[in-house]
Every structure is written in C-alpha cells, then in structure tokens.
C-alpha cells in the first residue's frame, strides 16, 4: 500500500500500539472502568486512532470513533469491530446533542490553540446537555518532585521525536498551563479526575458551561 505522506501516522500506526500500550493501558483501563460503572448509553471516541479504547469497552455500549488518519483506521479494522470511521474533529459528523460521553486521548495537546478551540466548540455540539466530555492529556504536576519532573522530561522528550510542528503545539499546551487550566480557561467545569505518572498525565471528565 501506497504511504499518504500527509498522515502523521502513515510511518508508525503499525508500531504505535506495541509501543504505546505498555504505558497507556493502564489509563485507558481506568476510562473502560468508569464507562462500566456508570454506563453512559453512546459514545463517541474523537481521534479513535487504532480503537485500542474502543475494543476495550463493554459490548453493550454503543460506542463509535472517527479519525482523520488513514492509517490509524486501517489499524482500528482489527481490533474495534468497524466502530471507527474518517472524521475531522473540528467537524464531527454526527447530530447535535447525540452522545453521553466523549473521549478524547492525547490528541488536544498536538493540536495548535486555534483547532483545539474549534475542536472544542464541536464537542459541545454533539454532547447531550448533560453529557461529559473525558480527556486524557498532559497536565501540569501539581506538586513537584525529582520523579515527576524526571517524567516530565521524559516526556519531553518523546514529544520532541514526534515532529517539530506536534513538539511546537505541545510546548504550546504546557505553556498555557496543561489539561486541566486549558479547559476551565475554555468554559468547562471539572466532574472528577485523576492523575498518573506522578501528575504529568491526567483523565479528566468535563461538562460544558
């Protein structure tokens, strides 16, 4: 198959489970959890990539992702059962109010500021007036420590490999103060969260002003 130069992910959607799942799982093991309990009845997955996520959900949640990578999407025909389809996050094709839940997974924080406002004003949109909108991002550590300063940096430097113009974004988001400052900046209110790799990485769920 013919690499699209214009995806991000053309090079590495093949890789990006095997080597992203050992550090991820356990978050995205804690979102599955949490749909488990509280049993939101649709849901959408913005920027669904592989639909690791997605596979990992109860049966009896409808559950659908989009994604504008070609690639992630082959890669998601094997593991999330046709739930993924190609979809921009700055248009979600899909009806006002027609979702519980949303979720987004490291995908803001790779975006510039003008696309995650526009990004944010469609979730808006497609969330039913009580629906929550969940985000797993980079945050700022609320306390510092040798450890979570050695994570953030060690981040740092993950997100440095991933390109100049995602390391240009991403030093964007932490500058503007991480996860949980940009979204109460940009009019929501924080439900509940929780933290990992010692406050560097949190799960947030979000409800619309």
Avoid at 24 to 35: F, G, S
Avoid at 86 to 112: C, M, W, Y
Wanted: glycine residues 8%.
């Amino acid at each position: 198959m013919r690499q699209d130069t214009n995806d991000d992910y053309s090079t590495t959607s093949f890789w990006y489970d095997r080597l992203l799942n050992p550090v991820l799982n356990h978050i995205r093991r804690a979102l599955a959890e949490w749909i488990t309990e509280h049993q939101p009845t649709r849901v959408l997955d913005v920027g669904c990539g592989t639909g690791k996520q997605l596979s990992l959900l109860p049966d009896d949640v409808d559950a659908v992702g989009i994604d504008i990578s070609d690639a992630m999407l082959e890669q998601a025909k094997t593991q999330a059962n046709g739930k993924c389809k190609r979809g921009d996050a700055t248009d979600i094709p899909f009806d006002e109010n027609e979702f519980d839940l949303v979720i987004s997974q490291f995908a803001l924080h790779e975006k510039d500021a003008d696309t995650i406002k526009r990004e944010l004003v469609e979730v808006r949109r497609v969330l039913k007036p009580s629906g929550l909108f969940s985000v797993t991002d980079f945050d700022v550590p609320v306390k510092r420590t040798c450890l979570s300063n050695l994570l953030g940096w060690g981040i740092k430097q993950i997100e440095k490999k991933a390109g100049d113009e995602h390391y240009a974004n991403y030093t964007v988001w932490m500058k503007r103060g991480g996860l949980d400052k940009i979204m109460v900046n940009s009019g929501w209110n924080l439900v509940e969260g929780v933290s990992f790799y010692k406050g560097n990485v949190r799960l947030a769920f979000w409800r619309a002003t």
